[in-house]
């Protein structure tokens, strides 16, 4: 079965630090891989995606995210957080087909609080 | 505005009073899904559409029902609520974007609606 893993269910920061957050996929085959953001409050925004090419992706708001297939890992990277950045970020998954991967796979989200 | 809307966004009621969440968006698109959030869980699919009167199951259909008469509009229903429905639900809307490796979508949710079951 599909699966979507993220480790880090909480994270705190202060500003200026770097950001990782980790997410890993289990899936039988080609997939593409997104990164999702809710702020409180919110519904989810895309921050980016990976379908093929560059496994480096970057998104919305200095966000970017590696593509490593032989890790099955797709981690989301800032160099510089802001307060602002403070939200939860999911990452999901869906498998590739001919009608589009309407059946998307989430981890269970990364709390990220970052400290003024 | 392009947008996905969801009605009502807060909704409490009681076991076993048929309800019904609706979802519509204005972007055309053809493929509409439903998701619950609950916590420790994230999201979860509930039901997708891949045009009208196209309906699957997604990863957690029990008590739930979905039609999808009107592209536009994909409602979700709560026969006979319970309190393990408690939780925040969202609609998502997309279509299919091409890319060399396959077939894509990038889906837009709408903004929750927060159901409590007593």
């Known amino acids: 079965a599909q699966s979507v893993s993220q480790h880090n269910h909480h994270v705190i920061l202060s500003e200026a630090a770097s950001l990782e957050l980790g997410c890993n996929y289990s899936?039988?085959?080609?997939?593409?891989l997104f990164w999702y953001v809710q702020y409180p409050g919110q519904h989810l925004q895309l921050l980016l995606k990976?379908?093929?090419?560059?496994?480096l992706v970057k998104g919305i708001k200095g966000f970017e995210a590696e593509f490593i297939k032989s890790k099955f890992s797709f981690n989301l990277r800032k160099p510089s957080v802001q307060w602002s950045d403070t939200a939860e970020y999911f990452c999901?998954?869906?498998?590739?087909?001919?009608?589009?991967?309407?059946?998307?796979?989430f981890g269970t989200g990364t709390r990220l609080t970052i400290i003024p | 505005e392009a947008q996905v809307t969801q009605n009502p966004r807060y909704l409490i009621t009681v076991t076993g009073k048929k309800l019904t969440v609706t979802c519509s968006q204005n972007m055309n698109h053809e493929y509409m899904s439903w998701y619950r959030q609950d916590p420790g869980l994230g999201l979860r699919q509930i039901y997708y559409s891949m045009n009208v009167e196209v309906t699957d199951k997604g990863d957690v259909p029990e008590g739930y029902k979905v039609s999808r008469k009107e592209k536009r509009n994909f409602p979700l229903i709560l026969e006979s609520p319970s309190p393990n429905q408690t939780s925040l639900y969202f609609c998502?809307?997309?279509?299919?974007?091409?890319?060399?490796?396959?077939?894509?979508?990038?889906?837009?949710f709408g903004p929750g609606t927060r159901l409590t079951v007593l």
């Open positions: 899936y039988g085959g080609t997939v593409n």
């Open positions: 990976y379908f093929s090419g560059d496994p």
């Open positions: 999901a998954a869906g498998a590739i087909s001919n009608f589009g991967n309407e059946k998307l796979t």
């Open positions: 998502a809307s997309s279509n299919p974007s091409f890319s060399p490796a396959g077939v894509y979508n990038e889906q837009f």
